[in-house]
């Protein structure tokens, strides 16, 4: 198995994202990473908790704030609201003062809610274009999903997503798929949060090296990211 989407957490920094593209990634007790993709991790915050936040926390600060340039007010719909980047990104678009619509199975909805969604739409059960239209969306999930979500941003609103190339685009706004790229600052600024108790991110199946690859292959849904101790 090839795991390139890992990073990394030691005592005193984590790596602001994957350690490179093109190498494997971090499930080892040394690893080389360019010192432009570290950021300092204070003490007081959990290895586990720094390890869970890089990758869906940059996402969801690039995806809302960058490409999607979020402003107080606007309506967000976010899929997969309760999970890994979905989780982020209700969090995130919540604290700046957008009205949150989460998506995501039966199950996800009150933690979704607690992540301060204002709505919330059991995508297995209850009719997505319900929701009338919204300023921006934030996709996690494409194909079909991706495909009516577009239709739901207004004129001049956007659809953002991490789905890949999306295949309908919004018939009057922007579609923008994007791939996390490395940031030294933003790190730092999500860690606060954390730190604040402004954000929360939600830990599941902590394993050892050697239970790795079936941590990476679960046979049961897990609620929370998935983290590798190397060591114990
Ligand atoms: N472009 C980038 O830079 C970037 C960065 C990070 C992640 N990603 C990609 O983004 C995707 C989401 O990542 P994540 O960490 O947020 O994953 P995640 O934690 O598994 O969250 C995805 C959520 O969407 C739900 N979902 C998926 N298909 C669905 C459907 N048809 N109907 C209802 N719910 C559905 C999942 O529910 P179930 O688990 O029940 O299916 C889950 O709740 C992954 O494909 C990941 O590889 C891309």
Redesign the pocket.
């Known amino acids: 198995m090839r795991v390139t989407?890992t990073v990394t957490a030691q005592r005193g920094f984590f790596s602001s994202m994957f350690p490179d593209w093109n190498r494997d990634g971090t499930l080892a007790e040394y690893a080389a990473v360019e010192a432009r993709n570290l950021t300092p991790l204070p003490g007081d915050v959990d290895l586990t908790v720094g390890a869970s936040l890089p990758?869906?926390g940059l996402?969801a600060w690039q995806g809302l704030f960058e490409h999607g340039r979020l402003q107080a007010g606007q309506s967000v719909l976010v899929?997969?609201a309760?999970?890994?980047?979905?989780s982020m990104v209700t969090q995130f678009a919540h604290a700046a003062g957008a009205y949150v619509i989460g998506?995501?199975?039966a199950a996800?909805r009150q933690m979704a809610l607690d992540f301060g969604a204002k709505e919330f739409v059991d995508?297995?059960n209850a009719s997505l274009e319900a929701v009338g239209g919204v300023d921006l969306v934030f996709d996690?999930?494409g194909?079909?999903?991706g495909n009516r979500s577009a239709r739901l941003v207004r004129a001049g609103g956007t659809l953002v997503t991490?789905?890949g190339p999306p295949e309908a685009r919004p018939a009057d706004g922007l579609a923008i798929?994007?791939?996390?790229v490395s940031d030294r600052a933003q790190p730092s600024e999500v860690v606060q949060r954390v730190r604040d108790r402004r954000l929360r991110t939600v830990i599941g199946n902590v394993a050892t090296l050697d239970d790795a690859v079936a941590a990476f292959n679960p046979t049961e849904?897990i609620k929370g990211k998935t983290t590798i101790r190397v060591r114990p």
């Open positions: 989407s990758t869906s996402t899929h997969g309760a999970r890994g980047v979905g998506t995501g199975r996800d995508l297995d996690v999930i194909g079909d999903i991490i789905a798929d994007f791939v996390v849904r």
